[in-house]
């Protein structure tokens, strides 16, 4: 495999998969993440920064038959969401707080930086964690 490869901008998507899309959009709303697209009972769509949060019905996204090739996920899955720095964290804490959502652990990392996590309605692991934890 070769060493180089054409120019990679970063990760512009990342999905997971619900069970039900209004329980779903209800949560990331809630949090503050604004809704950029919806298909009844297939997907709903959030910007994250510059990029965007996928959260499909797994069902409806495993049938072959759309625009895509059929994709899908079963159990928790997990997403790691960039915050810039450790104050950022803070009120991302103090956010999930407010709006009564669990925080389940909390991380600092041996290269630097910090995570917290919290779940989803449907059990998915979601990440908030500050640049410099992999070393960049």
């Known amino acids: 495999m070769a060493e180089f ?3 990679i901008g970063g990760v512009h998507e990342a999905a ?8 779903a959009e209800r949560f990331w709303r809630r949090l503050g993440l604004p809704l950029v697209g919806r298909s009844e009972g297939r997907h709903v769509f959030f910007r994250v920064g510059r990029d965007l949060l996928l959260v499909f019905n797994a069902e409806a996204t495993s049938r072959p038959g759309g ?3 059929p994709h899908g996920a079963s159990g928790p ?3 790691a969401l960039d915050v810039p720095d450790a104050a950022a964290l ?3 804490r103090r956010h999930l707080a407010e709006a009564g959502v669990a925080i389940e652990a909390e991380t600092q990392w041996p290269r630097g930086g910090a995570s917290i996590y919290f779940r989803d309605p449907d059990g ?3 990440e908030l964690i500050t640049r410099g934890s992999w070393g960049f």
């Open 124 to 126: 998915n692991s979601i």
């Open 67 to 69: 625009k895509v090739p």
């Open 16 to 23: 997971l998969y619900v069970a039900d899309l209004d329980r």
């Open 77 to 79: 899955g997990h997403v």
């Open 90 to 92: 803070d009120a991302w």
């Open 5 to 7: 490869h054409p120019p």
